[in-house]
């Protein structure tokens, strides 16, 4: 991906697929190199604030509860019961605050490696870090990889990559051999989830190889869930979801439907519209 700019907008050009995202921008707010990529964060005229890594858009304001809610409660609702919730990247700490509204979580640890990217939402995210308090959470700035090493076999509920796309820092996410590691860490039942990049632009390519690998890796099922995301390539955006002795073709529809929590778009009906897949992407992962 490459970026385009004037006084005005911040433009993301995603070159293989000839398309571009632009924001209109009032101002830029923060401009920080750290130790593992180039961080800024602007005010947009309609989108509110705009979190930008190595020239890649991230999140914003307007539209955050799109990713967060769809790559935290898929996960959750199709275990039967997870206590142990492990978060890899989202320094942003929008998906901690999501898997936090679950009562029945007992605890949440998130490592990302850089320590800047939560300083950032600490700053000019302040909804996104609300839940950093609650003493389910714990937050760690260390190597994601090293920590999945690490830990003890089957000691995890639900494991979730809230990664950034699949280069620099975060490539060695989306590899077989860290697969099988994140299979070995969970417990017989256990869920995984990873961002798993746009359906339009990636069903024939990164998606079907995650899917793949995910099998390789040991575990029994595996489903992609795609759902909108207007500031990402093609507007469009999925996770995956693999289970270890649990049927990730299927969830607690009982309890997604009866929840409490003030979610803005997962609903049992969301859930159960986005494991139905469109016939394009169920060919391209034949």
């Not at 990713?67 to 019961?81: G, K, N, Q, R, S």
């Not at 890899?88 to 850089?114: A, F, N, S, Y």
């Not at 093609?234 to 439907?257: C, M, Y």
């Not at 997962?266 to 016939?279: E, I």
């Amino acid at each position: 991906m490459s970026e385009l700019r004037d006084d005005q907008w911040f433009t993301e050009v995603f070159d293989s697929h000839g398309s571009a995202f632009s924001l209109k921008i009032s101002e830029k707010l923060l401009d920080v190199q750290s130790e593992y990529q180039h961080l800024e964060v602007y005010a947009t005229e309609t989108y509110g604030n705009l979190m930008v890594l190595d020239g890649c858009v991230m999140l914003t304001d307007r539209d955050n509860f799109l990713y967060h809610e769809m790559i935290a409660h898929p996960a959750l609702f199709t275990h039967p019961a997870p206590k142990r919730v492990v978060i890899i990247g989202g320094g942003d700490c929008g998906t901690l605050k999501e898997v936090l509204r679950h009562p029945g979580v007992e605890k949440v640890t998130q490592i990302d490696i850089d320590e800047e990217v939560t300083k950032a939402a600490e700053r000019f995210f302040p909804a996104l870090v609300e839940a950093n308090d609650d003493p389910r959470a714990e937050l760690l700035f260390a190597d994601g990889v090293k920590w999945v090493d690490d830990a003890a076999d089957e000691s995890i509920d639900v494991l979730i990559i809230d990664s950034t796309d699949p280069v620099g820092p975060a490539e060695g996410l989306f590899k077989t051999d860290f697969l099988k590691r994140c299979h070995r860490i969970l417990k017989a039942d256990g869920v995984m989830v990873q961002q798993s990049e746009s359906p339009l632009y990636h069903s024939g390519s990164i998606i079907r190889e995650l899917r793949h690998d995910m099998r390789e890796a040991g575990f029994d099922s595996v489903a992609t869930l795609p759902f909108p995301q207007p500031v990402y390539p093609s507007g469009w955006w999925s996770v995956t979801l693999a289970g270890k002795g649990t049927n990730v073709e299927t969830f607690r529809e009982e309890a997604a439907a009866s929840h409490e929590m003030p979610l803005q778009y997962y609903t049992v009906d969301a859930h159960r519209g986005a494991l139905a897949l469109p016939p394009f992407m169920r060919k391209a992962f034949a």
